[in-house]
T-cell receptor
């Protein structure tokens, strides 16, 4: 069964706009990882945030984690057409097995 | 390229045939994972290794599936007597150890006719 649920399921924006994707999960986690997947390809690791962290940045990406609400968000600032992809959150329940959500499909129009 | 590699990238087979996929992890990574992804879904965990030891197998991994990592380096995933329901993307990942980032390969797309 899927532990994480991303919201929204799909998001369409113009280049230059910010994109925010949310992930909710059900049980306590060790860490949460965000991935990007271009159509039909493998997953690219974006950011890992641990349960004792609240925010992490990497370039145009900002990830927050609220363990009290069991939720995380991924913000992509100043989006580009190349950011078009599916984005997944994956939780590690201290078992080292990642449990993925169903993803958010992001479309960035030039 | 020092990332995770998988071969073949695509495999088309007839129902009932056996197939084998290979994964080469990042060289210093001692953990290796297999996941399966069907269209429109996120990946689902199948099994993982610490060096050559297989630590856990998902209920998704029926008796027709077997995975090995004989020397603690590359791994193979074999599916015997393939069924149409086995059609999916098979993804391999590796990491330095528990709780660390898992880096994925490009996947092997299996189509069972």
């Amino acid at each position: 069964s899927q532990q994480g649920e991303e919201d929204p399921q799909a998001l369409s924006i113009q280049e230059g706009e910010n994109a925010t994707m949310n992930c909710s999960y059900k049980t306590s986690i060790n860490n949460l990882q965000w991935y990007r997947q271009n159509s039909g390809r493998g997953l690219v690791h974006l950011i890992l945030i641990r349960s004792n962290e609240r925010e992490k940045h990497s370039g145009r990406l900002r990830v927050t984690l609220d363990t009290s609400k069991k939720s995380s968000s991924l913000l992509i600032t100043a989006s580009r057409a190349a950011d078009t992809a599916s984005y997944f959150c994956a939780t590690d329940l201290n078992t080292d097995k990642l449990i993925f959500g169903t993803g958010t499909r992001l479309q960035v129009f030039p | 390229d020092t990332g995770v590699s998988q071969n073949p990238r695509h495999k088309i087979t007839k129902r009932g045939q056996n197939v084998t996929f290979r994964c080469d992890p990042i060289s210093e990574h001692n953990r290796l994972y297999w996941y399966r992804q069907t269209l429109g879904q996120g990946p689902e965990f199948l099994t993982y290794f610490q060096n050559e030891a297989q630590l856990e197998k998902s209920r998704l991994l029926s008796d027709r599936f077997s995975a090995e990592r004989p020397k603690g380096s590359f791994s193979t995933l074999e599916i015997q007597r393939t069924e149409q329901g086995d059609s999916a993307m098979y993804l391999c990942a590796s990491s330095l150890g528990p709780g660390n980032e898992q880096f994925f390969g490009p996947g092997t797309r299996l189509t069972v006719l």
